[in-house]
């Protein structure tokens, strides 16, 4: 007894297309999750972890004072060039103040770079120097009359 759906038999031609998209899916998958790990990774460490939790209220009480005060910065990077834009509780730019950024790359811990801006415009402040391209973690230092906020941003720089 023969019949039009017997089972075809396995060839090597099959088993090479199973094994090379078997193969070619996990490699697929593994060079999808390297890029995604690579361009979101904020690369936030501690040196001790306990330490840290224990000066987490410090940290939350500093946070809250400095929000009372209202100061807001964001940061960019035209042209490679860092600069940050600074306005006070109103919304208007806070001039004379004395602006830091403090710059860790997020995959290269030892690449730690601290960068003091000029006052381009009331509240406008720009570094001298452009920065190397990729990806920034920034803490905005903000000092003015006794007073400091620290605000954190991330930058991107893109080639020119």
């Keep these: 007894m023969t019949s039009d759906t017997a089972a075809r038999p396995i060839?090597?031609?099959k088993v090479l297309f199973g094994m090379v998209g078997f193969f070619g899916v996990v490699v697929a998958v593994n060079l999808t999750m390297a890029t995604l790990a690579v361009g979101s990774f904020t690369g936030v460490v501690v040196d001790n972890g306990y330490v840290a939790s224990?000066?987490?209220n410090r940290w939350i009480a500093r946070g809250e004072a400095e929000a009372a005060i209202g100061w807001t910065a964001a940061a960019g990077a035209p042209?490679?060039?860092?600069e940050v834009v600074v306005t006070d509780a109103l919304g208007h730019p806070l001039a004379g103040a004395s602006v830091t950024l403090h710059l860790h790359h997020p995959l290269?811990?030892?690449?730690?770079?601290?960068?003091?801006l000029a006052e381009a415009?009331?509240?406008?402040?720009?570094?001298?120097?452009?920065?190397?391209r990729g990806q920034w973690e920034a803490t905005i230092a903000i000092a003015k009359d006794g007073r400091a906020?620290?605000?954190?941003?991330?930058l991107l720089v893109q080639p020119k």
């Design 11 to 13: 060839t090597g031609r």
């Design 54 to 56: 224990q000066q987490f």
């Design 79 to 82: 042209g490679g060039v860092p």
């Design 108 to 116: 290269r811990a030892d690449d730690a770079r601290r960068v003091t």
């Design 121 to 132: 415009a009331p509240g406008r402040y720009a570094a001298a120097a452009a920065l190397p």
């Design 149 to 154: 906020v620290h605000v954190r941003d991330r």
